[in-house]
């Protein structure tokens, strides 16, 4: 599917589908389950996490020729909790309060999500600078895309709303799906979804 | 007594009530990867716990005497006046939580790494042993949310101030907690190894629907608190 686009597009798309960080590499989960009781936590955190992404896959393909490759790992979380403090500062500057105090501490743990770290040793660190820019986009679209879905399913049934507006009349929520354990269920079960339509392509085309 | 009670209080909040992985949702990563053999999930456990108890004890003389505007920081015992409006910077607004603010993340993370490497050295030349049964897992530690996170928790995003006990015992405490969910997840998957499990729900999926029975059950320990 992939090898009949533009290339610099596919760069992006695959970051989206095939190699969707938390459905299909599984990384950076912690945020994943904390933030996604309501879309609008969500949004946010995705949006934050990608121009974390963003930001630092350009700096560290930038810099890929100047990092020696023994201190490479400490270089990358230095320029990585950089960005991170920078969407911490524009957070508590730019938004309500609220919003700061909901995502807590997953947005200073944002310099530990696998996905920024993974993307920036497994691709920028060896790709141009436009294709490592493309990949940041690509992943943190995923990224977000896949908070927003966990997010939906979790409080339109566990909450009866979306987006804080109500959804259903005479609907009584299961109020344990924004609970701990609704995370980790409504995760398993997508992770379980995704693996079953991969399957199923499989054995279409073979 | 009182410091006792309070103790208490934390090894029985920190290991159960907000289990770090089933109620906090950190350090999932080692938690799905490294669960497969009990064996593992111990070694994995207790280097954590070492890590963690390390680290917040750090982290925590850190952000006291540096980071924190406050009658125990160094800066503010040098020249009193750093943060004082009527200081030359006067004018500009100097924010006495510009320190804490701009350089936590960076500092504490970098302390951590600084702290892994460290122990690691130690542990090879102290006690090889030990350092070839945690050997693979010390270095992942580095990038693991738990130990940023108890970090965070015992300091900046501290319910209350602690003491320097209170929060090593919650990093030890949390440590703990997190070595027994690994160890009950370990169990489970073990046995689920013999199961007759869906394909699509083979590895990854079916350990977070069982995560989440598991969560389930620790969610009961929530409700017993006194609020």
């Known amino acids: ?206 | 007594m009182n410091t006792i009670r309070n103790l208490l209080f934390i090894a029985v909040a920190s290991t159960l009530v907000y289990n770090f992985v089933l109620a906090r949702f950190l350090g999932l990563c080692p938690f799905i990867g490294v669960t497969r053999k009990t064996s593992n999930a111990i070694g994995m456990g207790m280097a954590l716990t070492f890590v963690m108890t390390m680290a917040v004890f750090v982290t925590f003389l850190l952000y006291t005497y540096f980071l924190h505007y406050g009658p125990q920081n160094i800066f503010v015992r040098v020249w009193p006046r750093i943060f004082d409006y009527n200081s030359p910077f006067r004018g500009k607004t100097v924010d006495t939580m510009v320190l804490e603010r701009v350089l936590r993340t960076g500092s504490y993370i970098l302390v951590i790494a600084a702290l892994v490497q460290l122990v690691e050295l130690a542990l090879k030349k102290v006690s090889p042993a030990l350092y070839h049964a945690l050997g693979i897992y010390l270095p992942l530690i580095t990038t693991n949310c738990a130990v940023l996170g108890v970090a965070c928790l015992t300091t900046t995003d501290a319910t209350r101030p602690l003491t320097l006990i209170e929060a090593t015992a919650t990093g030890f405490f949390a440590g703990v907690g997190f070595t027994i969910a690994m160890l009950l997840m370990s169990g489970i998957r073990e046995t689920l190894e013999l199961a007759d499990v869906p394909a699509s729900l083979k590895g990854a999926p079916i350990a977070f629907i069982c995560t989440s029975f598991m969560a389930l059950s620790f969610f009961g320990f929530a409700l017993k608190l006194p609020t």
């Open chain 1, 1 to 206: 599917m992939a090898a009949k686009e533009h290339p610099l597009l596919a760069e992006v798309l695959k970051g989206i589908f095939a190699e969707n960080p938390i459905f299909v590499v599984m990384l950076g989960l912690c945020a994943t389950l904390a933030v996604t009781t309501t879309a609008k936590n969500a949004l946010p955190m995705g949006l934050s996490t990608m121009a974390v992404l963003v930001c630092s896959n350009v700096i560290i393909s930038l810099l890929r020729h100047v990092i020696p490759s023994q201190v490479r790992i400490p270089c990358f979380i230095v320029v990585i909790a950089s960005f991170v403090t920078m969407v911490e500062l524009a957070l508590k500057a730019y938004f309500p309060p609220a919003l700061s105090e909901q995502l807590g501490i997953f947005i200073p743990l944002i310099v530990v999500n696998c996905i920024i770290l993974g993307r920036a040793e497994a691709f920028a660190s060896k790709n141009t600078v436009l294709r490592s820019f493309l990949d940041g986009v690509g992943s943190g679209l995923g990224f977000t895309g896949a908070l927003l879905l966990v997010s939906s399913i979790r409080e339109v049934l566990g909450n009866g709303t979306w987006w804080g507006i109500k959804v259903a009349e005479r609907f009584e929520p299961a109020a344990i799906l924004v609970q701990a354990p609704g995370a980790f269920l409504v995760l398993g079960l997508l992770m379980g979804f995704f693996k079953w339509m991969s399957l199923r392509r499989r054995e279409k085309s073979s």
